[in-house]
Every structure is written in C-alpha cells, then in structure tokens.
C-alpha cells in the first residue's frame, strides 16, 4: 500500500473577473511550486477582452 | 459569349487541368529534381490533398517559414520528409507561421520535423486542425501563439520537452492523452512558468494528474 499527499494550490477569479500575472490568463490557476498568489491579480473580463483584442 | 467569358472558360479549363497534372513530372519540377531545399511559401494558397509526392522527392533544409500558409486543403499531400531540416542552418524562422491560416486542414501528420528553435504561430489559425500527430521540442523552443485560434484541436503528442512561456491550448478540445503527453513534457524549472490550458481542459484532469506539472515548477491556467 502506498499513500500519497498531492497539494496543489488553486486560485480561482471572483465572479466576472480574470486573474493574471501579466502574461497568462485564467479563471482557475494552480500554482506551481515556485510560484506565489503575489503574482497574480485580478482583472475585469472587459479588461481581459481588451487585452486580447491587441 | 463574349471574349472576356471565352478567357474565363479557358482559364477555369487550365485551372483544372493543372490541378490535375500532379504526376512524377510535376513534383519533379515542382522540387527541383529533389534539390530544392527551400520551401518558404511553397503550398501556398494550394490543395494537394490526396496527392503523393514521389518518395525523396521533397525534402525541406532551410526554410519552413510559411510552408502552408493559408493551404486551402484538408489533407497534406504524402511523401514530405523534413527530418533532414538544418536546425543549425542561419535560417532563425524555422517553422515559424508554417501552416497559419490553413484553416481547412484536418490532420498534420508526422513530416519529420525536428525540434525547432520557435513555433510562433506555427498553427495558428488553423480552425478545422483535429491532429497534428507530434511536435517535437526542446526546454528552449519558444511558444507564441502557437495554437491560437486551433478551435478544434484534440489530438496532439509533443515529444521532448516543454521549457518556455508561452504553450497555449486554452481554445483547443484536447483529449485527456494529449492533455497527459503535455504534462508529461513538461521540463523540471526552478522559475516559475505558466502552461496555459484553459479551464475546460483542466477540468479533465485529476489532481494528481495536475501535479506532475506543477511539482516540476510550472503554473496551470
């Protein structure tokens, strides 16, 4: 028998909003072992549109 | 029938006979005797879909840039064999846009291409693309746009590793073996990176699943 722990860290956007970390873009975002929530802010999904639109 | 539509049919005439004239003698001039080595633009706006390129025939060096740009079939035609590509050549687009906009092509299959040192835009565009059978790459191949507007990509197998920025499949229906062959590439970072896969294919993964990825250092958005 062997147990295994998977801990994952997962940021999920509030209701009409995008998070990012200037790069990349999600609703849902797990993180990755180097990295931190301090990367990523939400941003509008006008403001999402916006950005993709350039 | 006025002059002007007397050219029109026999212009439409040589249209489709040279569709049709893709015999040995075609592909012979077509690639230079088997010499030609650049391909920038070479199927441009055709459809060979179905034909067969006689073996050793076409066999790309140095330039894959714009290939197939905006092909207008839906199948490649058989017989391309690029695995002799010079990645070292000066040549710095490699496969750069090779198939954007080929935006009736179903299925790329595996033409041998070698790790390249860029896949920008490489597929984009490619709207009908269910497959592409393997792309190969390495922690340094970068990843702009690569799959941008591929709407109904499922099945794609990347051999190697994935190392850089930029791998976006949020818009593509992947199966959950293409989501695994993703993963499975990824390289072991000590910087945090993001793999862009989109919440629709997140959701076909299992957290243990999602782990391989980020236990090697890399973000899941």
């Known amino acids: 028998m062997t147990e295994t722990t998977i801990q994952l860290k997962k940021l999920t956007a509030s209701e009409g909003m995008i998070l990012t970390n200037g790069e990349a873009y999600g609703k849902e975002i797990y993180l990755g072992c180097n990295d931190s929530s301090d990367n990523w802010h939400e941003i509008t999904e006008a403001e999402y549109n916006k950005r993709k639109e350039v | ?221």
């Open chain 2, 1 to 221: 029938m006025s002059i002007a539509e007397k050219f029109e049919v026999i212009a439409d005439a040589v249209y489709e006979k040279g569709k049709e004239d893709t015999g040995v003698d075609f592909w012979k001039g077509f690639t230079n005797n088997g010499s030609r080595t650049n391909y920038y633009q070479a199927f441009m706006y055709t459809d060979f879909s179905g034909k067969t390129i006689p073996e050793g025939l076409c066999k790309p060096k140095n330039r894959l840039t714009n290939m197939f740009m905006s092909y207008k079939g839906t199948c490649l035609p058989s017989g391309i064999d690029c695995s002799n590509f010079n990645i070292s050549s000066s040549e710095t687009y490699h496969a750069t846009a090779m198939f954007q906009y080929a935006d009736r092509l179903i299925e790329i299959y595996d033409l041998g291409i070698p790790t390249q040192k860029s896949y920008a835009n490489t597929f984009s565009g490619c709207e009908s693309l269910r497959t592409i059978e393997v792309i190969r790459s390495n922690v340094d191949t970068k990843w702009n746009n690569t799959f941008l507007d591929c709407l109904s990509l499922s099945n794609l197998v990347v051999e190697g590793n994935i190392g850089q920025n930029g791998f976006d499949v949020s818009k593509c229906p992947l199966t959950h073996d293409s989501l695994m062959s993703i993963l499975n590439a990824t390289a072991v970072i000590t910087t945090a990176k993001t793999l862009t896969l989109g919440s629709a294919n997140l959701a076909k993964l299992s957290d243990a699943e999602k782990a391989i990825a980020t236990e090697r250092g890399w973000t899941l958005a």
